[in-house]
């Protein structure tokens, strides 16, 4: 999807979700959501990084966007619902939702694993989508066609040595995404998974410290999939966890 060349219109009169909004990968796919139409509700924790691609949005010539600041964390059952609530009322739809927040844990042997340390990590890549998918769903299934993208990774496909935490919530990410796709099937909502691939980020450079990382793609260059996810081009698409870097995907260990 490397190649795919969206209309500048395909996203005009959406409103679509983007979290983890501040920077990396969901400031890209709100800038490229924002300039192909759509009205941007910014998520994330840090105001100061929104603010700033607010700004770049409207630079841009985007609607105006919005800004919900939000602690993954600390978020419980109620803070999504009054969030979807004042989706509602401000907007009254929504469109699509690009789940893009994750944290990556700290990488280490399973047996070293600490129990407050995996609770961060499933609170933020796990029960945070869980809670706001099932407080979103209403909004999502009263629009004619809505798309919700989730963010998965190479290890949440086949588990590897020292990603424990990480790996796990990708695994899960992407069965409660299989779950819904074939729940919703004959809706107008569908459910799909990016794997972004290497990409220039902060948390990759977490990961790989000593990667250089002018060998990688930048968010920017991922972007194709992101917008043919969204927009309705890809209403045949629903239950899919694609790679948007397809030619850079690690082969499995042989057997």
Known sequence: MLDYHASPDLLND??????????????QAALHFGAHGATIILLGKTVKKLEAVYDELLAQGSPEPAIIPLDLQGANKQHYLDMAETIKQQFGRLDGVLFNAGHLGVLGPFEMIGEDEW???????????????QALLPLLKATPAASV??????VGKQGRAYWGSYAIS?????GMMEVLADEFDD????FNCINPGATRTDMRARAYPGED?????TPREIMPLYLYLMGNDSQHINGQSLAAQPDKIRPRASQ
């Not at 959406?14 to 400031?27: E, N, S, W």
């Open 14 to 27: 959406k409103v679509i979700l983007v979290t983890g909004a501040g920077d990396g990968i969901g400031r």
């Open 119 to 133: 609770d961060k990590v499933m609170q933020i890549n796990l029960k945070s989508q869980f809670l706001m998918t």
């Open 149 to 154: 993208i989730y963010t998965s990774s190479g």
């Open 170 to 174: 990708k695994f899960a990410t992407e």
């Open 187 to 190: 809706s107008g909502v569908r």
């Open 213 to 217: 990382p002018a060998t990688l793609r």
